[in-house]
């Protein structure tokens, strides 16, 4: 049955809830990026749980009105408009008063939140709210959506999408370099507005899918995978994209083959699944990775101190630099250097010598900050350059 799911075919309903949560899962990839690099991603927490009591007055006005209280789409424009309210506050908490920016979210955080839990269980003890079923809403719930649900979500995913992609320069800009952002003459204000616009919305049509608690995940994880990835702002947001995309086509694929299973928290731990393996198995940035690097660089401070030592005729008493020479063919096991260790060694030392004098002199001293031991100095400096420190070692013997 998870074969069937993935491959769309559990029937109409379920591939339009599969295609909704894939388009939500890129928005909140594309969009979660500009707000990690921007580093506000608690922002979106305080987004998130601004909307509930915007959901539960919704419901209020909708029932005293006559008309269907859980109607998607008007439960969907109270979160919103209840999450604005929420930006809002938070906003000018930031800028008018002294608190800072992490204290202001715990205040607007908890304040609409709270003020959503009691307007629920207000709603309990009117009529028509026993079946309300807007606890959906903290979880996230697919079981009752209908086509007309799961085609509002799959449109509003992607048009956040397309939003981002049309708005990626500034934003990009801006979540490096505001200063250089306003200067160039793009309204800083401005462009957090759309930014924050982006989450707001991607939030408003998650909430049914993954729920307000657990929409910061699929917007703060992908990111943060992705960075795993790339170095390149562009890409970042690409493989966040994809990744979100990817997590909620085998979350919700999950949860259509086990029925008992919520499908928001399963989309979240697969999100934090491509988390763990990227934070592992990442070419570049992952922690094998990074293992692999540093006893790759620790070998060959090894083997330079080694060499180091044969260039001047000193004895070798580390029994690992000693092994390592040994095993390159650099040295005998008692120590004495090879025809080819000799060589080495002799270049070694130069490369030592010309090392020192370029951190002793004024003008290197920038290229000089790169000297780790195993750098050569014909990356960091050009042919010239090098010639002029090779003249001050040995007008004689100097070499490129």
């Not at 908490?93 to 304040?111: N, Y």
């Not at 570049?284 to 990775?289: F, I, R």
Request: hydrophobic share 55%; no cysteine.
């Amino acid at each position: 049955m998870f074969a069937e799911a993935l491959m769309f075919q559990l029937g109409y309903n379920a591939t339009l809830v599969t295609v909704g949560a894939v388009l939500l899962g890129i928005a909140s990839g594309v969009t979660g990026t500009f707000l990690f690099l921007r580093k506000r991603a608690l922002v979106s927490d305080a987004v998130a749980h601004a909307t509930l009591p915007g959901v539960a007055l919704a419901f209020i006005a909708m029932s005293a009105a006559g008309l269907d209280g859980r109607w998607l789409p008007g439960l969907l424009i109270g979160s919103a408009v209840s999450a604005f309210a929420g930006l809002l506050a938070l906003q000018w908490l930031v800028r008018r008063t002294r608190l800072s920016e992490d204290a202001a979210i715990g205040a607007v955080l908890s304040v609409f939140f709270a003020f959503g839990v009691v307007l629920l269980t207000v709603i309990q003890t009117i009529p028509t709210g026993g079946q309300a079923g807007l606890e959906s809403f903290l979880l996230g719930s697919t079981a009752g959506m209908v086509y007309a649900d799961a085609l509002l979500i799959a449109t509003g995913g992607a048009v956040v999408v397309a939003l981002s992609l049309l708005f990626r320069r500034p934003m990009m800009m801006l979540s490096f370099d505001p200063g250089f952002a306003s200067a160039r003459g793009l309204s800083v204000d401005r462009v957090d507005l759309i930014m924050m616009t982006l989450v707001l919305g991607v939030t408003v049509v998650g909430l049914k899918i993954v729920g307000l608690i657990m929409i910061v995940a699929l917007l703060i994880i992908p990111a943060v995978t992705a960075r795993f990835w790339s170095d390149q702002a562009d890409r970042v947001v690409l493989y966040a994209g994809l990744i979100g995309g990817f997590a909620a086509w085998i979350g919700t694929a999950f949860s259509a083959s086990a029925p008992n299973l919520p499908t928001g928290p399963l989309i979240v731990l697969v999100a934090f699944a491509m988390f763990l393996l990227s934070l592992f198995l990442a070419p570049a940035k992952g922690l094998v990775s990074r293992f692999v690097q540093h006893r790759r660089f620790q070998r060959g401070v090894h083997i330079r101190q080694g060499l180091l030592s044969l260039a001047q005729g000193l004895p070798i008493y580390e029994p690992l630099t000693l092994r390592l020479l040994t095993q390159d063919g650099l040295a005998r096991p008692d120590g004495v250097a090879t025809d080819n260790g000799k060589a080495r060694a002799a270049r070694a030392h130069w490369d030592e010598r010309r090392w020192e004098i370029a951190r002793a002199t004024p003008e290197f001293q920038l290229a000089a900050a790169r000297y780790d031991g195993l750098t050569r100095l014909e990356e960091v400096l050009t042919p010239d350059q090098i010639a002029l420190i090779d003249a001050r070692i040995d007008p004689a013997k100097a070499v490129t």
